[in-house]
């Protein structure tokens, strides 16, 4: 199972920012996918959900309104747009997948905001 996590940068508060997951060597249409977000110093958050097609979704309070989580099971692959980015967004984003009792994640991809 490998995830690979493309788009963040560095962007002004108010921007907004795309990011994608590709999944791999996994039935990636049969799973429920999720964002998670670590900030230097802090725990992980879950910050959105999304059932296996795509039908449901899931966000933490503090984006509900300014991100949107969405598939594309025939690409393999799952979406965060986010916009009305703040500085506490600042974090490294990543995907993550649960199996059964084992949990697969990427690498990230650092998101960085400030003026």
């Known amino acids: 199972v490998k995830f690979v996590e493309s788009g963040g940068g560095l962007v002004q508060p108010g921007g907004s920012l795309r990011l994608s997951c590709l999944a791999s060597?996994?039935?990636?249409?049969?799973?429920?996918m999720s964002w998670y977000r670590q900030a230097p110093g802090k725990g992980r958050e879950l910050v959105a959900q999304i059932t296996s097609n795509g039908g449901s979704t899931n966000y933490a309070d503090s984006v509900k309104g300014r991100f949107t989580i969405s598939r594309d099971n025939a690409k393999s692959t799952v979406y965060l747009q986010m916009n009305s980015l703040k500085p506490e967004d600042t974090a490294v984003y990543y995907c993550?997948?649960?199996?059964?009792?084992?949990?697969?994640r990427g690498q990230g991809t650092q998101v960085t905001v400030s003026s």
């Open positions: 060597g996994v039935s990636f249409s049969r799973y429920a």
């Open positions: 993550r997948v649960q199996l059964g009792l084992l949990a697969y």
